[in-house]
């Protein structure tokens, strides 16, 4: 049982440049989220979908789009890389309704833009 | 608009001590749910425990309690015991019962446990 997999684990970047994160899970969560981690600022939400063929914007969306064409899937992309989004990129998951469940995260993404 | 804060960025415990890592939290929902997350240094993020704002009793799982005081809007964590490999990076984290499950996280406190 894989539970979250996060597709790369590391990249590198040059500004301008784009890519795509994908996220991938079998554990048939309805809920997805993309978050950011930075020094001394904790976890932040990017943007988050839930359920197939939706998704809304979290805390810091600018620069980002994301797309939950499959259930099992939730991938995040950047257009044109910028430097500030050096970052590690967690996905989670979790239930609708269950909310004594915590998320469930992949084991992350180090982004680094030059 | 929810808001966590850990106040502590840096510990240091003797092994085997009890540690209590401090999370006040603010909101205004009436139903949330409160969850502790420990991040080792090979980044990954394991949960620990969960507090609901309804429930009667503090959450605790093994070495791990909550020490959930509602009215202070504070929600620490206590190791006790503490062990090498409880070395970490720790996460307290709020989720509001109509917020789409979204978790609201603070700083992090870095937990280092001494030999």
């Known amino acids: 049982n894989a539970g979250v997999t996060q597709t790369p684990k590391f990249r590198v970047l040059k500004t301008g440049q784009s890519m795509t994160l994908l996220c991938a899970q079998d554990m048939n969560h309805e809920y997805m989220y993309w978050y950011r981690q930075d020094p001394g600022m904790g976890l932040r939400l990017i943007h988050y979908s839930v359920g197939e063929g939706t998704t809304a914007k979290g805390e810091v969306p600018d620069g980002y789009n994301v797309s939950r064409l499959k259930k099992q899937n939730f991938l995040l992309g950047l257009e044109s890389a910028a430097p500030s989004q050096t970052s590690v990129y967690f996905c989670?998951?979790?239930?609708?309704?269950?909310?004594?469940?915590?998320?469930?995260f992949g084991d992350g993404t180090r982004l680094s833009i030059l | 608009a929810q808001k966590i804060t850990q106040t502590q960025p840096g510990m240091f415990v003797q092994e085997k001590e009890a540690v209590t890592l401090d999370c006040t939290y603010d909101?205004?929902?009436?139903?949330?749910?409160l969850f502790w997350y420990k991040q080792p240094s090979s980044g990954e993020m394991i949960f620990l425990i969960y507090?609901?704002?309804?429930?009667?009793q503090n959450a605790t799982e093994g070495r791990y309690s909550l020490n959930f005081q509602k009215a202070r809007k504070s929600a620490n964590l206590v190791i006790s015991a503490s062990q090498l490999g409880d070395s970490a990076m720790y996460f307290c984290a709020m989720r509001s019962i109509f917020g789409n499950e979204k978790l609201t996280f603070g700083t992090g406190t870095r937990l280092t446990i001494i030999p």
């Open positions: 989670a998951t979790g239930w609708a309704s269950d909310s004594n469940q915590p998320q469930h």
């Open positions: 507090q609901g704002s309804y429930d009667q």
């Open positions: 909101t205004s929902d009436p139903s949330y749910g």
